[in-house]
């Protein structure tokens, strides 16, 4: 192993939880993804652009709650015994 080699070693129970909030985040930019298309078409329709609008802005929170995720997720593993550097990474 050379000078310039990283190691890094990530226990069972941080690996765990990382996949488990990135599932969620999956679900939930999947989510984001029906409800702006479905909004979308509702909106070809003017009888039905009241319910693309209340779409629009369930996307919209959801959104919202793709940070919030992240955030959890650096807060769970930190409690775990992570620094916050080695949570730094996006999935």
């Not at 000078?3 to 599932?23: A, F, N, P």
């Not at 930019?29 to 009241?50: E, H, K, N, Q, R």
């Given at each position: 192993m050379s000078?310039?080699?990283?190691?890094?070693?990530?226990?069972?129970?941080?690996?765990?939880?990382?996949?488990?909030?990135?599932?969620v985040s999956i679900i939930?930019?999947?989510?984001?993804?029906?409800?702006?298309?479905?909004?979308?078409?509702?909106?070809?329709?003017?009888?039905?652009?009241?319910a693309g609008t209340w779409?629009?802005?369930i996307g919209s929170v959801q959104l919202l709650i793709r940070p919030v995720i992240r955030l959890a997720r650096r807060?769970?593993?930190t409690r775990i015994g992570q620094t916050a550097g080695e949570t730094a990474r996006d999935f």
């Open positions: 000078s310039k080699d990283l190691s890094i070693h990530i226990g069972h129970e941080e690996l765990v939880i990382r996949g488990r909030y990135e599932t939930n930019d999947l989510l984001i993804a029906v409800w702006f298309i479905v909004g979308s078409v509702l909106f070809f329709s003017t009888s039905t652009t009241t779409l629009f802005l807060i769970h593993i």
